[in-house]
């Protein structure tokens, strides 16, 4: 028998090893197919990052491996081969629920982990997800929890986590099909009675639908998208699901409690009417069945309740304030949805936030209205123009009860709103009882006197029954009109009246026929008719807006008016620019952008006359652009961007035309401000216009012949050369490209080399005729750019800019240019490029060493040799940019104390041909100063070729003397790697120097010497 103690003894294992090791049992199992070992994953999921991520790998690896025997599941009755596919299948979805728990719970990081394996197979696990659906029978055998609950229980988990926000269609389109059939899964409907079982057992089959349409997500208009293409059967049933479930949450709350939580309520209330406002027909469904009377009942049952998506207030005020907005009000159809909710009682919810008492903030803060409409009761008095809201909203007044009057008398801040309401409603009451009682012939057709006979006058006047907007004095006037214009203008013209915060109809037709001794206005010349025509263009008639190019109004009052409503169309419009740049246009966005495209050209006859307008009216014209400058803008760049939409002939024009617009402008005194955010977008978009690569997309050839290019690519460097040009915006732009990003800067760098190429390239070479006034302002520009924003510099020179400008001018040396009286365009430009300005900027040293590849040298022996009269004024070299007695020969020499200057001038002067050489010695001048620079580079050339090689101590260091020892001396001069100017004898006297002094002047010395 052993003895007692530690002999052989085994220590226990801890307790994460086993937990360890039984979970590496686990997965084994699990990797060789084992149905329950699967299933076990959902209970025991591993704690470790590695086996998580293992597990993951094996779940949805059994789902890609079987998803192919799906289409065959659903069409025939699984035999032992589908069954085995089906189980593992299955199980791998028990199991992954294991995975799915942490995401709720777990860190930040572990969740994002997860979504990352993910995403590999998200398209396998969605379609396993809808076929637990589609076939719940063979899917699990009957449990109280529905597999739609499961499935929306495991998507919305992925959801919330950021698995659909992803730019794969098909992924988007894959996770909008499942939440929909999640939703509209179980069309039987539950008999429930509670609000807990409801919450509990069907409400979160709500929640991936509601996470598809949460705003700033890609499911958002993937779902618009969708149901966009659903025919009217489809939208209805879908619609019939929202219909019941909201009768059924609602029967389950109990009435006028405090406490209940309507979230679910309110919720479906808020999807419905998002949904009608970008789905016109299924608006039009909704409206129909009568939902929001449904919902505006259920919200007055519910008044007691908190609401949980507003600061403050009851649930039937945030179901309110989603029934009754601006946004829904554009919709169509919405006339029916203010009756509907004014006979359901959203005036007295109106009425209790108006009495409702407020630590902070205003009256109706909670209701989305704009500053025009201003609040509920605002929007209500704009809407009253039709005769089934001013009813509905008149009984709504004549049914609040004596104590809730009496309680508006009381408070102060109530009486003055609902005072001037009542006011407002009674005067819309009379106009409207005036339309329909007196017999006087009222017509809004422009052509009422070419058309309407003295016996064809009504008894009455007709209105349009669609908008109600518009009145006739008979029939035929009536047709006319609706041929002509009112066809395009009748839906929308409702929209503006809603929008406008008085309604101009009502008052016009109360002064036509309060003004009973001229009941027929004759148009009896083209002067007379330009308020008809601004009043149709006002109304949005597309014809009326495009006259406006060649019939500009001279007076300067319609001329205001006329620009204020071409530029009020750019801003009220520019909310659809995200909807035309994602999507085929529709009717609704095709009629939009015929508006804009006959505003645009309506506002050509506004640039006809700044062109010709005195300066101070010009001014005017033009400051008159600044609040309506971004929107402005906004459409300029759509339509370049898609100039197919602007100019479907020639979409090349596109950016010339902008520019031409944009340079009338500016001509005109737009950029006369101090607003820091106007300049802005005048700068943006004259670098917009500039960058704009819309030729070179629709050129069919690789090069643009001159007068092509003038007239299609030149124009658009103007707005930029123009602002260049102003002090306000020189300023401005100067700043703004020193905050832009480096590769914004880039994209500037090869607009401009792109540009210099293609100028040059279709030039005929060595022409002494050649306009190329276009090719210098690019590279004068540039050069500019350079002299004021280093890293510009800095990346010209990366991408070796100066030696293209030089090499295109040289191409075309013999054409004369207008800055230089006597030389060519290669002077002008190798003159802009070398000079003092722009040697003293860093990083110069690499533009010299460019320049001299680029055949400089060439250029100033041209200049040298160039015949010059006694008589004629001037000096040689006079054209170079330097002071004193400095020539460009002499600036080359005292900058090649950098070698690789020094060898790039030294293979320029050995390239010079012979016969330049034999011009020169022919030449007293020339051959003097010649002689005198070659010379003098020779020295220069002997001493950097005896630095590397002599074993002489020359030393910069102050210190030489007082720290060097014999024995310490290099074999070689040390030169600072720097700026190469100075020269040390040893690597401690250079250390000592640059501690002392050297650090100080380094940089700036070059520049001195380079200067000097």
């Known amino acids: 028998m052993p003895p007692k103690g530690n002999v052989g003894h085994v220590k226990p294992q801890s307790t994460h090893d086993q937990s360890h090791r039984k979970a590496e049992a686990l997965l084994n199992a699990a990797e060789r197919g084992s149905i329950p070992h699967l299933e076990r994953l959902q209970l025991e999921w591993p704690a470790d990052t590695s086996l998580a991520q293992r597990a993951m790998t094996i779940l949805l690896g059994n789902l890609k491996a079987e998803a192919h025997h799906i289409p065959r599941l659903e069409s025939q009755a699984p035999d032992k081969e589908l069954q085995r596919s089906l189980d593992i299948a299955l199980a791998s979805l028990a199991g992954l629920n294991g995975a799915l728990g942490p995401l709720d719970s777990g860190p930040e990081m572990q969740a994002k982990q997860i979504v990352a394996t993910f995403h590999p197979y998200l398209e396998y696990y969605l379609a396993w997800l809808r076929f637990t659906l589609v076939k719940s029978h ?21 959801m919330e986590v950021g698995m659909h926000m992803t730019e794969d269609p098909e992924i988007l389109e894959r996770i909008v099909d499942l939440s929909l059939l999640i939703f509209t899964a179980d069309s039987q409907p539950v008999a429930i009675f509670t609000q807990e079982q409801y919450d509990t057992l069907v409400a979160p089959k709500l929640n991936p639908l509601g996470l598809c349409l949460r705003p700033n997500t890609p499911t958002r208009e993937a779902l618009y998208n969708k149901l966009s293409s659903w025919n009217t059967r489809s939208l209805k049933r879908l619609f019939e699901v929202f219909h019941r479930e909201f009768l059924e949450c609602s029967a389950g709350i109990p009435k006028n409690t405090p406490g209940v939580n309507c979230t679910t309520l309110s919720s479906y209330v808020f999807f419905t009417l998002s949904l009608s406002s970008r789905l016109p027909r299924f608006c039009k469904i909704m409206m129909k069945s009568g939902f929001p009377t449904l919902a505006m009942k259920a919200a007055l049952d519910v008044r007691l309740a908190p609401a949980r998506n507003l600061p403050r207030g009851p649930m039937s005020l945030e179901i309110s304030t989603v029934l009754f907005n601006r946004q829904i009000l554009l919709v169509d159809y919405s006339r029916r949805l203010v009756t509907q909710v004014l006979k359901a009682g959203i005036l ?70 609902w005072g001037p309401f009542l006011h407002d409603f009674q005067l819309h009451q009379a106009a409207l009882r005036q339309l329909s009682d007196d017999r006087i012939p009222i017509c809004d057709s422009l052509l009422h006197h070419a058309v309407t006979k003295a016996g064809a006058l009504q008894d009455t006047p007709k209105e349009c029954s669609t908008c109600r907007t518009t009145v006739y004095c008979s029939i035929d006037c009536q047709r006319e009109d609706w041929d002509a214009l009112h066809r395009y203008e009748c839906t929308r013209r409702r929209v503006e009246l809603i929008a406008a915060k008085t309604s101009y109809w009502i008052a016009r037709h109360i002064h036509n026929s309060n003004d009973r001794r001229h009941p027929r206005r004759k148009v009896e010349n083209a002067t007379n008719s330009i308020p008809f025509q601004g009043r149709s263009a006002e109304r949005g008639s597309i014809s009326h807006l495009r006259r406006l190019e060649k019939e500009w109004p001279t007076d300067t009052s319609l001329a205001e008016r006329a620009l204020t409503i071409l530029l009020q169309n750019f801003k009220a419009e520019v909310h659809h620019l995200q909807r035309l740049q994602t999507q085929v246009p529709d009717t609704e966005l095709q009629r939009v952008l015929d508006l804009m495209l006959a505003s645009l050209a309506g506002l050509d006859g506004a640039f006809k006359f700044l062109d010709h307008a005195p300066e101070t009216q010009a001014n005017q014209v033009a400051i008159a652009f600044h609040p309506y400058l971004r929107e402005f803008f906004a459409w300029f760049r759509f339509f370049m961007v898609n100039p197919r939409l602007a100019i479907p002939d020639e979409p090349m024009m596109t950016g010339s035309q902008a520019a031409t617009r944009m340079a009338v402008l500016l001509k005109a005194g737009v950029y006369m401000t101090d607003n820091p955010e106007i300049l802005d977008h005048i700068l ?82 060595d022409s002494p005729e050649l306009d190329c006034t276009t090719f210098s302002s690019y590279v004068y520009t540039a050069l500019t750019f350079c002299s004021q924003v280093p890293r510009f510099f800095k990346i010209m020179l990366k991408t070796r800019f100066p030696v293209l400008a030089l090499q295109g001018a040289l191409s075309v040396r013999h054409a004369k240019d207008s800055r230089i009286p006597m030389g060519s365009i290669s002077l002008e430009i190798a003159t802009s490029m070398f000079n003092t300005e722009i040697l003293l900027i860093d990083n110069s040293r690499r533009l010299i060493v460019q320049l001299l590849e680029a055949g400089i040298l060439e250029v100033v022996i041209g200049d040298l040799l160039y015949p010059r009269d006694e008589e004629e004024d001037g000096e040689l070299f006079e054209e170079w940019r330097f002071q004193g007695d400095m020539n460009p020969l002499k600036a080359l020499l005292y900058a090649c104390y950098d070698r690789r200057i020094a060898t790039a001038l030294n293979t320029a002067i050995m390239s010079v041909s012979s016969s330049t050489k034999r011009d020169i010695s022919m030449n007293g001048t020339a051959r003097e100063i010649w002689g005198a620079f070659v010379r003098d580079f020779q020295f220069y050339q002997d001493a950097l070729c005896r630095f590397p090689n002599d074993r002489i101590p020359l030393c910069d260091s102050l210190m030489h003397h007082s720290t060097t020892k014999p024995h310490e001396l290099g074999d070689a001069p040390k030169e600072c790697a720097m700026c190469q100017t100075t020269v040390y004898c040893s690597t401690k006297c250079q250390g000592e120097d640059w501690n002392s002094l050297h650090r100080e002047e380094c940089t700036r010395n070059r520049v001195d010497l380079t200067a000097n």
């Open 138 to 158: 063979l899917a699990m055998p009957p449990q109280p929890i529905s597999p739609g609950l499961q499935a929306a229980t495991r998507l919305g988990t992925l």
């Open 684 to 765: 943006d978009m004259s670098l917009f216009i500039f960058m704009d690569t819309t030729p070179w997309r629709w050129q069919k050839d690789k090069t643009l012949p001159q007068a092509q290019y003038d007239k299609i690519v030149a124009p658009k460097f103007e707005p930029l050369g123009m602002c260049l040009h102003y002090t306000s915006t020189r300023e401005a732009l100067f700043r703004k490209l020193n905050s832009s990003t480096t590769e914004a800067l880039k994209r500037l760098c090869d607009t401009f080399s792109r540009e210099c190429s293609e100028s040059s390239a279709g030039l005929p070479k």
């Open 348 to 417: 007295e919810i109106i009425v209790d936030d108006l009495l409702a008492p407020r630590d902070k903030g205003e009256v109706f803060d909670e209701w989305k209205f704009d500053e025009y409409v201003g609040h509920p009761l605002g929007a209500l008095l704009c809407a009253s123009y039709d005769r089934h809201i001013a009813n509905a909203l008149n009984t709504a007044i004549m049914s609040l009860s004596p104590t809730t009057t009496r309680d508006i008398a009381l408070n102060d801040s109530a009486r003055r709103i």
